[in-house]
Structures are given as structure tokens and as C-alpha cells.
């Protein structure tokens, strides 16, 4: 059907060209010219053609990929973080373990997550990162269990600590 396509714009092409033919223009020349512009159509769906192909091979390859990521949970980074700190033995004060101890035993895709969990902690001086400078070595160090997103949650400003009194009459009469 494609073949019948550029045939058809073919004949087009040539009713068209022979109403426009230049009286000096040669058969061999207008031939010559039909020629050169079905193998430029030509190579032009082809082009899209294979471009079509990439496109459709990229979806069969990334479909099955995306299907597994909806699949997994939501990333909660607060839940990991607790994870993290459930690791820590309870019994000493400042106990410092792997990271490989938190990753052990877990889906690829589950470390990237935990790192990121652990570059939170860190950041919220939940724990402190360390390493010898070894590849796979970092440790982690506990520091506290205090986690400054429950304290955040927690926390009402000043400001919006009085306006459950203050109504909206006593607001207005003081700008007047």
C-alpha cells in the first residue's frame, strides 16, 4: 500500500509536471527528473520508516521497564530513614555499622533508595557518614534519634499560633 502511495503521487507528480513541461524540456529530461524524485520520496519514507522502527523497538524495550516501576511502593524517604535507625544495636551509644549492612539482601533498585534515606539522616544529624576511602566501605555512625520532619509536622508558627482568636473584624480595624 505504501508502493501504491508513491505511485499515485507519481502520476500526480507527472500530470502536474506535464501541463508544466518547458517547451525545450526533453522527454529523457522529464524522465530523468520523475526519476530523481520518486528515489527522493523514495528515501524519504524510508527514512521515516526506519525512524518508526527505533521508536517501536524503544517502546516494546522501556514498556515492560515502566510496568515494574509502577509496581513498586511510593518512595517514603521517612519510612527508609526509620529503616535505617532500626538497624543501630540499641545497646551501645554511639554504634556505628556498613552501609552494605543496611543494603544486604536488597533489590537493586531498593539500595539507591536507602542511600538517598541515609544522605538524609546524615543531613538532618541523624547519623554521620564515614569511610576509609575504599570503594564499598562507608559507614555510619548514630548520633540521634530525634528526626526533625516529626518536629516540623509538629511545629505552629507564632503567627498562626494567635489567629484562631483573632477574628477577621479585629484584623480590619487595626489597618483603619
Known amino acids: 500500500d505504501v508502493a501504491s502511495e508513491l ?69 517514603d524517604i521517612h519510612e527508609y530513614g526509620s529503616q535505617i535507625l532500626d538497624t543501630f544495636p540499641s545497646e551501645e551509644e554511639h554504634p556505628t555499622i556498613r552501609f552494605s549492612q543496611v543494603a544486604q539482601s536488597k533489590r537493586k533498585e531498593e539500595v539507591s533508595r536507602y ?18 576511602g575504599n570503594i564499598n566501605d562507608m559507614t555510619l555512625k548514630f548520633l540521634s534519634e530525634r528526626r526533625h520532619h516529626q518536629d516540623l509536622h509538629e511545629f505552629q508558627a507564632a503567627s498562626q499560633a494567635g489567629s484562631s482568636q483573632a477574628g477577621p473584624s479585629q484584623a480590619g480595624s487595626s489597618q483603619q
Open 7 to 75: 505511485a499515485a503521487e507519481t502520476e500526480e507528480d507527472v500530470a502536474n509536471s506535464q501541463t508544466s513541461v518547458a517547451p525545450t524540456q526533453s522527454y529523457e529530461d522529464l524522465v530523468a527528473r520523475m526519476v530523481a524524485e520518486f528515489v527522493q520520496k523514495s528515501q524519504a519514507w524510508m527514512a521515516s520508516s526506519d525512524m518508526a522502527r527505533k521508536v517501536q523497538s524503544w517502546h516494546t524495550m522501556i514498556a515492560p521497564r515502566l510496568q515494574a516501576v509502577e509496581k513498586r511502593k511510593a518512595f
Open 115 to 132: 542511600f538517598l534515606a541515609t544522605l538524609m539522616l546524615a543531613n538532618g544529624l541523624n547519623v554521620e557518614i564515614g569511610s576509609q
